[in-house]
Structures are given as C-alpha cells and as structure tokens.
C-alpha cells in the first residue's frame, strides 16, 4: 500500500514573547492510502499545526511534505489551495459551518468553489446528510442545530467532494459522550467506505482508539503508542 | 482614570493601529475642511477690513458720490465754505498691473497736505518720502517697500497699468517705509499717488472717490449738527457714509457666500461624527469580554464610560492636530479659489496671506475633539450599562447593538420631520434654514439601517439564483453584517446624497444659466472693457472705439449699455440702462409682469425692469417703486416686471438709456451689443473687428458663443470649492466604510480562514469581499437618490432661493446621474473593500484557525 501522506523532516516554530518555540522539531510520519492515524498530545503540542501543514494551511520551516505523491510544501499559494479544495476535507472542532449559508449549501460549498453546481453534486449532497441522518434540516440554518448536529453536517460538507485525505481536529473537542461517540461513528464508516486517509488530531483516547496508528506529540516529535489489538481500522 | 485603565486605554488605541489610524483619518479630514473653509473666509474677510482700513485710515465719515463720484470742486467747498478742517480727497481703484498678470493693486489717490491725520499708518507726519518728484514726475507713486520687492519693482522703473481700456505708465518714485507691522499690512497692497496724478492715471480728471471726515467732536451734538448742515450742502447724487459702513458692506456682500461653503464643509465633519461612532462601537463590542472583566473586577460604571470615552478623546486629539495642519494646508489652496470666486463676482480683492487666528484654530480643534466625544458617547454608555456576566458574552452586545438599529430609525424619523418642519419655518433665516438642512440629511441617514436590511433581504432570492452559494455568502454575509456596517452605510449615505444633491444643484444651475443666456444675450457680439469684477462691466467705453464699431463694416446694429451703482434711499444698486428701441434688445425671461404695456412702458422710460435677485435682497415687488438720486435729480419709476437673471446675486434694476441720461447727465458707456448684417459667422467678424479700433485702446470683444463659454467658465470655477468639498466629503465616507469594513473582515477572520481551508483561493476570497462591499454600496446609492433629491430641491430653494434670491428653470435629476451615483457608490464601496481584503489575506489561515 502506498502512502497518501509522508512527512519527512518536518520542522516548524513560532515566535512567542519574543522567543521562538519549535512546535515540531523533525517530525517524521508515513500514512498509508486508506489507513487512519491519531495524533494525541498535549494543548500547544503542534497537533493542529501538522494538520494545516498538511492541509498545506501552513508551510514547515524545514522538511518535506507529500500528499499524494505531490510535494504540498513546494506549491505556490494557489496550487496548495487549488489541491486542498480537491483532495483534502477538514473538520473543526469549532464545527465552523457558515452561518450565513443553509446546512444543504454548506456541504455544497466545497463543490460550489470547483463549480461544479449540478444536479448531480446536489443529489450527492442530500444522500451524504441523509447518511449523516439530516436530510430533513437541509433547508435549516446552523444556528438552529445542536452541536452533535453540526458536527455531523460538518462531516458531510469534509467528505461530500470525495477527498483522498480528511484532516479532522479535535472533532468531537465540543461535544457530550453520546454526541462524540456518534460522530465517531460516522467518521469512522464514512472514510472507510470509501478509503479515504484520516488524519485526526484529538485529545480523546477513545478517539485514538478507533484509528489503525497512534501517535502523541511530544516535545516537536511523535511517539508511536500502542493501541489495544484488532480495534483500529486498515 | 486609574493609571492601569489609561495604559490599558492607551494600548488598546496602539493594538489596533489601523482601526484606530482611520478613525483619525476620518476626523482629521472633517477638521480640515471645516478649517480650511473657515480660514479661507477669514483671510478673504481680513484682505476685505484692510483694504477698507487702507482706503479709510481715521476716516470717521466719508462724503461718497453717485455713478460717476464726486466732483473736486465739492472738496474745496466742504473745506472753505462749510469749514470743515479736518478732510481728505481721495480717488481709489483698483488696477491690474499690465505685466504682472493677476496681480491687483488698490490705486489709492491722495492729496498729502490734508492727508496726514488720516492715514497716519502711512508715516509719521505724512508720506516720509522726498515729495518733490512726487508732486513733479508725470504718473509718481509711492509702494510699500516689501511690496516692490515682491514685484520686482526699483524706484524710478515704470509700471504699466490697465486702466479700463487702456494701458497706462505709471512710475516708482519712492518707497513707503510703514512704522509698524499692522501698518506693513495695509500697505501692502497700496499704490499710493497725489489725488491728481491718480486723477490722471485712472482718465478722471476732476473727479473723487470720496471725500474723508474726520469729525472728532468732543460734543456728540456739534457733529450731529455738523453732518446736518453736510446733508444740505451737498448736491442729489452724494451722501454721507459712517466709517466701517464700507468693510460691512463688502463682508454683507459675500455672506451668503461664505455660509454656504461653511454648511457644506461641516457636512464632512458629520461624515466623520459617523466614523467615530462606528469605530467606538466596534471597539466596544469586540472587548465586551475584557470590559465585562474590568467589571466583575470592580471598575464602576463611570470607570468604564471614562475609559472608552477616554480612548476616543485620544483619537479625537490625534485627529484634530492633525486636521489642524491639514485644514492651514487645505486652507492655503482654497484661499485661492475663494478669493477668485469673489473677485469673478463681487469686487476686486487680493488676498496675499493665510493668516491663522489662534481662536479659529483652538475652534477646529474643539470642533474636532467635541465631534469624536459626541460620537462615542452613546457607545461608551452602552458598555457601562451592560450586566457584567451577560457582557462577557459578546453576541449579547451584539444583538442590543442590532436592537438599538430600530430605535435609530424612530430617532430619525423624528429628526427629519423636525428638521422638514425647521425649513418651512425658517424663512429667510439661513442658520435656520441650513439647521433644518442637517437635521433632515442626518434623519434620513438614521433611516439607513432598517432600509437596508429591507433591501439586502429582497437582493438574497435574486442573487442565489443566479450566484449561487458565493451569491448566498455575499447577500446574506452583507445582511449580518449591518450591525457593523450599518452605521458607515448611513455616513456614506449622508455623503452621497449630499453629493447627489450638490450635483444636482449645480447641474440645475448651469442648466437654468445657459437657458438664461441664451434667451437674454441675443446679439452676435458683445464689446466692453477689461474689468476686474467680471459680472460687472461699469468702465467707460472709449467714445472712439464705440464710433469705430458702430461705422465698421458688416455691422447692422449696436446695442449700447451703460451700467453703474446707482444710490437712493435703498442703498446703490447696479443698474443696467439700454437702448430700449434696438431690435433684440428686450428679451428676457420673465419671473413675473412681462406684458407687452410692461415692454413698452420700459421703453418710454416709464419703468424699470428687475432681477428677481434684487427683489429678493431688497424685499421689492412688481408694481413698488425704485428711486435713485443723480446729478440731475431723482429718477423714480415704478417696477413693471420681474425677470429671471444670473448675472449678479445683488441684483440690478433695468432702465432705459435715455431716461437714464436725462436724470443723471452720464453720456458713458459701459458695454456693446452688436448685431451682424445676415450671413455673417460672427467668429470670423470678429479679427477685421478688431483691426478697426483706434490703437491704444484695449476693447474686448467677444462673439455671443464666447461669451456664453466665457460665463460658463467662471460658473465652473465658482463651483470649484464646492467640488473639492464634495471630494473630500466622500473621501470621509470611504475612510469610514474602509474602517467598517476591515472591522469586519477581523471579526470575521476565522470564518474566513475556514472558507479558506475548504478551498477559496485569494483570488476568490477578495471577489467575495468586494462583491459583499459593492452590494452595500450599492444599497446606500439606491437610499442616497432619494434623500438627494429631497436635499437638492431643499438646497435650491435654501441656497439659491433664500441666499441668492434665484428660481431655477431646470431640476436636472435624470438617468445619468442616477447611474453614475449608483456607479459612484458601487465603486466607492468596491475601492473601499480593498484594503480589507488585503488584510484579511495577509492573515494566515492556520493562524486563524489556531487562535480560536
């Protein structure tokens, strides 16, 4: 199996106080196609920064990074924004729908910036939150959603383009044991009908559980953890 | 003020130094308008005191003639059979320097014997100069030696003059040393001769401006009987004026003037008043946290109210001072413009210098600092009054922020009836009137809010069908975001509408004046001679030259005119006598009368005609009687008609020309009209025209479509300064929506960076800011056209009809205006979003994202 995602060397700091603090310091990571990883660690450990390095939000100080065979930290503005609205779905801890938008028009969004507006993208849309069990709200605004609610439509608008990599940070940070759980669920089976690459960065241990790999951020590196036998997936 | 809630004040002005560096743009550019207009209209005041103070010196009274002044005979007269010692003759005008083009100076014609307690800033004891060449050298006049340096001038070079149609030598004999600084000042713009050498130069042999008293009785009733004995000494056509009377006249002259720039410039400080409310708001609800916190810690209400007030003074401060410097900058290039406009209008000035009064300047200062505390407050009361637990909350403050929108519309509503009410009720009021004017723009400003939000809900079906999602975001994006941007929408409303009306006052204008010229000047080609004030022409016409047309070759006719100030028991008026039997010579446009008995009447020298300007200033009527007092005696005529002129905004009163002459025995003329023989293009008339004057003599002749451009032009300039206040007034409005705007895009940076991370590129995200920024504007032209309208009929009627006393023929509000304001405020608002967007993307997303 190939890896979708491949992180070589990875080094990233910040200035803080007048200080510069390295947030990752050589971060090395092979994800393979398909498979899920957990980033566990402490608040300010560099969880959402690998995240937006490889969502190309952000780019390293030193270091490669590849997705899909393409080196995300050499592209120019655009050619990394261009690759994130094709093959890269994020979800917020923050849920982060817009408030101005209607829950069928916020998981459209990532189609609508591609333009690709047809009937087709909206049927896919609809079977994606009746999947998420939220067709009926598609008309609602996300302020008339509870936060399990959102989340979950957030999930749908991450995968509704059919992304090879879906970059997930602290996605279930907000939400009530029941909520978490179900949100779980879903990410869980969603991305494994249909293979995509989960990277998710929680602070959750049954989160990680639930993932085929698990590492926590430490001191600018990752350190593989063991995770109980058959739980995690790929 | 604690020191800690200063710091903090203090920091929270320095963390955010763009928001806080337009909000100072904003009220620096109101301050300097006003400033500027204000410093302007004093220094083309002070030129017009000091020319008077020149002229008058000690003067307590002056005996001043008819249309041609007095005779010299008078002087002696008054001196040796009345036996009043202490007067001076004087001859006084003003002349162009020949090669210096724009420079004026006041020729001031004085006899040095009788002069000295008079003019005493002229030196100690008389003219401190060698007198011999003064009295002996053919065209000798004295400068200030400040003033010859200026011009260049070293004694004994000569100085060629235009004096009406000529050009005439005069020639530095001396230089006049002033003892003091106040005395430098009044000389400055003085050329000072013997009576009769002024006499000479200026082609008035025996003639007098003026004839100065100086009646300092201890014994107030010796010089009221005095100036008893005066009066019945003196001949029909002279009186006598108190000192000062001259200085008011001039300044009475140009106050409509004047207060109509002033209105129009406060206008960009309630622009700016705006500004700072929306920016105080802003800071207030974006640290309804922190304040929440100084709360629960233990800072009492009034801590809070001085802290955010505190911080808006420091803005204030900052943006006055440098509004301060702005408005003496400003000031100094509209001076220029002002005093043209008056010397195109009203009578020769030449201002030289700004001068800086302190108290106008600590006024603008104030005007600034009061203007941002008066913008703050309801703000500041707004974050003292908020429950410290809910105000910790800031979608709280948010949404009283969205439920006061409503009451500002009921406030404005008020506003504008009061200020609709104000206006019906003013009459000739002008601070009335122009109060009213305020009440209603800001009224209708307040208004702005709810409309909009009517507005952008009825735009968001149309745009999501045809935009969809990105139609959607900037719809409804636009919508929410009214709380903030609503309170900009309203300022640049005031603007607009305040342009829209200004445009269509000035459009209306020029409309109604071409009509005017083109009913009322008829003939081919007009002659007269060079003049200073360019909507008078009352130099004499050279006889040879009016001989030299009448007999050229190709002339059919000529219509001739001779126009004065005539005085009687209402003060001079100018008065326009014409050959009322020429073909093509009574033509007007009449506002009432007009009847073919009314033409005849004029005709025979039974009637006048007047401007509707005159009836205005002098509360005349059809059917009333105008009396003025010349050499031969009263020429009383009753007012047979009304009509519609541009010309003057004092006024004038038409005669016919041989009635004119019999009452005063003037056989002068001022000005031709001439007719062509048919088929004769009157532009190619005009170079054979010219080589048949007699040489000498300087006659300017203009076809009737030069004339037209030439009216148009100094219409164009008059309108000058009003073009720069309306710039800068939209200048105020954009830096007001760009603040707006980028508090906007800050606050909404995370929902930004998430559109961002799903895949909007810059490229697209600026579009989406712009297109959000382009709909506001849009909705703020679509309310301004309106309330433009409204305020351009108010302001017809407050400036042309109340201060002017002008009805307009035209009210030019047409398609093209319409869509080049919708076009104005769309791109106004689109220019306005680029700074935003430029901050939005220099924010990275994943910082954003990780700030939250």
Request: neutral net charge; contains cysteine.
């Amino acid at each position: 199996m190939s890896a979708t995602i491949e992180l070589r060397g990875l080094w990233r700091s910040f200035e803080e106080g007048g200080a510069r603090r390295d947030v990752l310091s050589g971060v090395d990571l092979e994800v393979p196609a398909g498979s899920s990883v957990a980033l566990l660690g402490r608040s300010g450990s560099g969880k959402s920064t690998l995240l937006h390095l490889v969502g190309g939000l952000d780019r390293p100080d030193r270091g490669e990074v590849w997705v899909e065979g393409r080196r995300v930290d050499l592209m120019g503005e655009r050619e990394r924004t261009l690759a994130r609205r094709r093959r890269v779905g994020f979800v917020f801890q923050s849920f982060d729908l817009l408030p101005t938008l209607t829950v069928l028009e916020n998981v459209l969004l990532p189609m609508e910036l591609e333009r690709r507006t047809g009937r087709a993208e909206r049927d896919r849309a609809m079977a994606l939150l009746a999947r998420v069990g939220l067709a009926d709200r598609a008309a609602a605004f996300p302020d008339r959603l509870s936060g399990g609610e959102q989340q979950r439509i957030a999930l749908a608008r991450a995968l509704v383009h059919e992304p090879a990599v879906v970059l997930a940070d602290e996605p279930t940070g907000n939400l009530d044991g029941d909520n978490a759980a179900r949100v779980l669920d879903l990410l869980g089976s969603l991305v494994a009908e249909r293979g995509t690459t989960l990277l998710v960065a929680t602070h959750s241990r049954e989160a990680a559980l639930r993932q085929s790999r698990a590492f926590e951020l430490a001191d600018g590196r990752l350190v593989p953890l063991e995770l109980a036998p058959g739980v995690g997936r790929g | 003020m604690k020191p800690v809630l200063l710091k903090a004040s203090l920091r929270e002005v320095a963390r955010h130094p763009l928001q806080s560096g337009l909000a100072v743009l904003g009220v620096a550019l109101g301050v300097a308008v006003a400033l500027a207009i204000q410093l302007s209209s004093a220094a083309s005041l002070r030129a017009m005191q000091l020319s008077a103070e020149a002229a008058g010196g000690r003067a307590t009274h002056s005996v001043v003639g008819g249309p041609v002044g007095l005779d010299e005979s008078l002087f002696t007269r008054i001196r040796v059979e009345l036996g009043v010692r202490p007067s001076a003759p004087v001859l006084e005008e003003h002349v162009p320097l020949a090669d210096r083009p724009g420079e004026v100076l006041q020729l001031l014609g004085l006899d040095p014997f009788c002069d000295a307690p008079f003019r005493t800033y002229l030196g100690p004891g008389g003219l401190g100069v060698d007198l011999s060449a003064f009295f002996t050298e053919p065209g000798a006049v004295l400068l200030a030696e400040t003033t010859a340096q200026r011009l260049g001038y070293t004694i004994g070079d000569s100085i060629p003059l235009l004096v009406g149609a000529s050009e005439v030598e005069a020639k530095l004999v001396g230089l006049l040393a002033p003892p003091d600084e106040f005395a430098a000042r009044l000389t400055s713009n003085l050329m000072v001769a013997d009576v009769s050498t002024a006499q000479e130069l200026l082609g008035q042999t025996g003639r007098l401006s003026r004839i100065d008293l100086l009646l300092a009785n201890d014994d107030p009733a010796e010089d009221e009987r005095l100036l008893a004995a005066l009066t019945r000494f003196l001949p029909a056509d002279a009186r006598i004026e108190a000192a000062g009377a001259r200085a008011g006249a001039l300044a009475a002259m140009t106050r409509g003037f004047r207060l109509n720039l002033q209105a129009l410039s406060l206008l960009s400080l309630v622009v700016g008043l705006f500004l700072v409310y929306n920016a105080s708001l802003f800071s207030v609800v974006r640290r309804a946290g922190a304040l929440a916190t100084l709360r629960c810690l233990g800072a009492t209400r009034a801590q809070v109210l001085r802290l955010v007030l505190l911080e808006a003074a420091i803005l204030g401060v900052l943006g006055s001072l440098l509004g301060l410097v702005g408005g003496i900058g400003l000031g100094a290039g509209l001076v220029g413009l002002v005093t043209q406009t008056i010397n195109d209008l009203y009578f020769a000035l030449s201002v030289r210098e700004l001068t800086l009064p302190p108290a106008l300047l600590l006024g603008g200062f104030a005007l600034g600092v009061g203007a941002t505390l008066a913008g703050a407050v309801p703000p500041a009361l707004e974050a003292s009054r908020a429950d410290p637990r809910g105000a910790r909350r800031r979608s709280q403050v948010e949404a009283r922020a969205r439920k006061a929108l409503p009451r500002f519309a009921w406030v404005g509503g008020a506003l504008a009836v009061v200020g609709g009410a104000a206006l019906v009720l003013a009459g000739p009021r002008l601070p009335v009137a122009f109060g009213g004017l305020f009440a209603l723009i800001v009224g209708c400003a307040l208004l702005v809010p709810p409309l909009a939000a009517l507005l952008l809900r009825a735009a968001e079906t149309p745009l999501t069908r045809v935009f969809g999602a990105p139609g959607a975001l900037a719809a409804r994006g636009s919508s929410r975001s009214l709380s903030r941007t609503s309170i900009s929408l309203a300022a640049l409303v005031v603007a607009l509408s305040t342009s829209i009306a200004v445009g269509v006052l000035i459009a209306s204008f020029r409309t109604s004046v071409i009509t005017w010229l083109g009913s009322a000047f008829t003939a081919d080609l007009y002659a007269s001679t060079p003049t200073l004030v360019r909507t008078r022409a009352s130099a004499l016409f050279p006889t040879e030259a009016l001989a030299a047309l009448e007999n050229a070759p190709g002339v059919d006719r000529v219509l001739r005119y001779r126009t004065q100030d005539l005085s009687g028991p209402r003060g001079a008026v100018q008065t326009v006598a014409l050959d009322t039997g020429i073909e093509g010579a009574l033509v007007f446009q009449f506002q009432s009368g007009g009847s073919e008995d009314d033409l005849a009447a004029l005709a025979r020298g039974e009637a006048f005609f007047v401007t509707e300007a005159l009836t205005h200033r002098l509360g005349l009527r059809r059917g009333d009687t105008l009396r003025f007092d010349l050499a031969r005696g009263p020429l009383e005529l009753p007012i047979a008609a009304v009509v519609h002129d541009y010309g003057s905004d004092r006024g004038s009163a038409i005669v016919d020309l041989g009635a004119y002459q019999r009452a005063s025995g003037d056989a002068g003329i001022s000005s031709l009209g001439l007719w062509l023989e048919p088929g004769l293009d009157p532009d190619a008339a005009l170079p054979p025209l010219r080589a048949a004057l007699p040489g000498g003599v300087s006659v300017v002749l203009r076809s009737n479509a030069g004339l037209r451009r030439e009216t148009l032009v100094v219409f164009d300039r008059t309108f000058a300064v009003t073009g720069v206040l309306r710039f800068v007034t939209l200048l105020v409005a954009l830096v007001g929506l760009v603040s707006a705007l980028m508090a906007l895009a800050l606050d909404r940076a995370r929902e930004l960076a998430v559109l961002r991370a799903l895949g909007l590129t810059p490229g697209q995200l600026v579009r989406l800011l712009g297109a959000q920024a382009v709909l506001l504007g849009l909705v703020a032209g679509v309310i301004a056209l309106p309330v433009g309208a409204l305020v351009a009929h108010v302001m017809i009627d407050v400036v042309n009809g109340r201060t002017f006393g002008w009805t307009l023929l035209a009210f030019e509000f047409g398609p093209r205006l319409v869509l080049t304001s919708l076009a104005l405020a769309g791109a106004v608002a689109g220019l306005a979003s680029l700074l935003p967007a430029w901050s939005a993307l220099q924010l990275e997303p994943s910082r954003a994202l990780r700030q939250d």
